[in-house]
C-alpha cells in the first residue's frame, strides 16, 4: 500500500511541477526582453549566404556561397555598425538618420534614406530603430540548434511589406539572439550567427560617425 501511494505522489510531482520552480522564458519572451532591456550591444558576427541545392546535389541541406565575419555595435535608438573585416573590408553605419554603406576596395560610399535601412541591411531588423512587435507579427517557431526561434512576419500596415524576405527568423538563448535566418523568394538564405556578445557597453558616439577616404565616390539613394 505505501508503494502505491509513492507511486501515485511520484506521478503526481511530474505531472505537476511545484509552482515556483524556474521555467526556461519563451523565445518571443526572450526576444521582447532582449529589446525593451538592451540599449546597447557589441559582439562578433559570422554571415552566410546560402542557397537551396540545384537537382543535381544533395538535398539534404543548402549550399554556402559566401561567408563573411567581422564585428558589430549597436546603441539606440536607431544606431548600429556593422564592419565586416574577412574576406574584404565593408561596413555599415547607421546614424539615426541615414544608412551608410562603405567599401573600402571601390572607394565607395553609398547613402540611404534611415527609411531603407530595414530593407537594406538584415542588421537593421534586430538592432535598428524598430519596434519588433508593431512591425511585425512575432510566432513561436519551436527549438532547432539548441535555440529557441521566433519567426517574424511583416504586418501589411507597417510599411515593411516590401522587404526582400519571405522569411524571417530569430533564434534565441538566454536572454540573447544567437542568429538570425532571412530567406527570400528566390531560394537563398542569410544565415548571421553573434558571438562574444557584451550587453549595455558604453559606446562612443563617434563610432557612428564615418568620413570616406579622399577621392570616394559618393552615392546617394533616396
Given at each position: 500500500?505505501?508503494?502505491?501511494?509513492?507511486?501515485?505522489l511520484l506521478a503526481f510531482v511530474l505531472l505537476n511541477p511545484v509552482h515556483g520552480q524556474p521555467t526556461t522564458p519563451s523565445g518571443i519572451e526572450q526576444l521582447k526582453q532582449?529589446?525593451?532591456?538592451?540599449?546597447?550591444?557589441?559582439?562578433?558576427?559570422?554571415?552566410?549566404?546560402?542557397?537551396?541545392?540545384?537537382?543535381?546535389?544533395?538535398?539534404?541541406?543548402?549550399?554556402?556561397?559566401?561567408?563573411?565575419?567581422?564585428?558589430?555595435?549597436?546603441?539606440?535608438?536607431?544606431?548600429?555598425?556593422?564592419?565586416?573585416?574577412?574576406?574584404?573590408?565593408?561596413?555599415?553605419?547607421?546614424?539615426?538618420?541615414?544608412?551608410?554603406?562603405?567599401?573600402?576596395?571601390?572607394?565607395?560610399?553609398?547613402?540611404?534614406?534611415?527609411?531603407?535601412?530595414?530593407?537594406?541591411?538584415?542588421?537593421?531588423?534586430?538592432?535598428?530603430?524598430?519596434?519588433?512587435?508593431?512591425?511585425?507579427?512575432?510566432?513561436?517557431?519551436?527549438?532547432?540548434?539548441?535555440?529557441?526561434?521566433?519567426?517574424?512576419?511583416?504586418?501589411?500596415?507597417?510599411?515593411?511589406?516590401?522587404?526582400?524576405?519571405?522569411?524571417?527568423?530569430?533564434?534565441?538563448?538566454?536572454?540573447?539572439?544567437?542568429?538570425?535566418?532571412?530567406?527570400?523568394?528566390?531560394?537563398?538564405?542569410v544565415l548571421v550567427i553573434f558571438n562574444s556578445m557584451q550587453i549595455n557597453p558604453s559606446v562612443d558616439p563617434s563610432r557612428f560617425q564615418f568620413k570616406p577616404l579622399q577621392?570616394?565616390?559618393?552615392?546617394?539613394?533616396?
Amino acid at each position: 500500500m505505501v508503494r502505491v501511494f509513492y507511486s501515485i505522489l511520484l506521478a503526481f510531482v511530474l505531472l505537476n511541477p511545484v509552482h515556483g520552480q524556474p521555467t526556461t522564458p519563451s523565445g518571443i519572451e526572450q526576444l521582447k526582453q532582449f529589446v525593451k532591456t538592451v540599449r546597447s550591444a557589441q559582439g562578433e558576427f559570422v554571415q552566410q549566404q546560402m542557397r537551396s541545392p540545384k537537382a543535381n546535389e544533395p538535398q539534404d541541406k543548402p549550399k554556402m556561397i559566401r561567408q563573411t565575419s567581422g564585428q558589430f555595435v549597436f546603441q539606440r535608438p536607431g544606431r548600429f555598425v556593422w564592419d565586416t573585416q574577412k574576406p574584404y573590408e565593408q561596413k555599415l553605419i547607421m546614424d539615426g538618420k541615414q544608412l551608410l554603406m562603405w567599401d573600402k576596395d571601390l572607394n565607395q560610399l553609398t547613402i540611404r534614406s534611415a527609411n531603407q535601412a530595414l530593407a537594406a541591411s538584415p542588421a537593421a531588423i534586430l538592432f535598428g530603430d524598430v519596434v519588433l512587435d508593431q512591425q511585425f507579427d512575432l510566432e513561436e517557431a519551436g527549438t532547432k540548434t539548441n535555440l529557441q526561434w521566433v519567426n517574424l512576419k511583416p504586418k501589411a500596415k507597417s510599411g515593411q511589406g516590401d522587404l526582400p524576405y519571405t522569411q524571417i527568423a530569430i533564434g534565441m538563448s538566454s536572454g540573447l539572439p544567437r542568429a538570425l535566418e532571412l530567406t527570400d523568394g528566390f531560394g537563398s538564405m542569410v544565415l548571421v550567427i553573434f558571438n562574444s556578445m557584451q550587453i549595455n557597453p558604453s559606446v562612443d558616439p563617434s563610432r557612428f560617425q564615418f568620413k570616406p577616404l579622399q577621392g570616394a565616390e559618393v552615392v546617394r539613394l533616396n
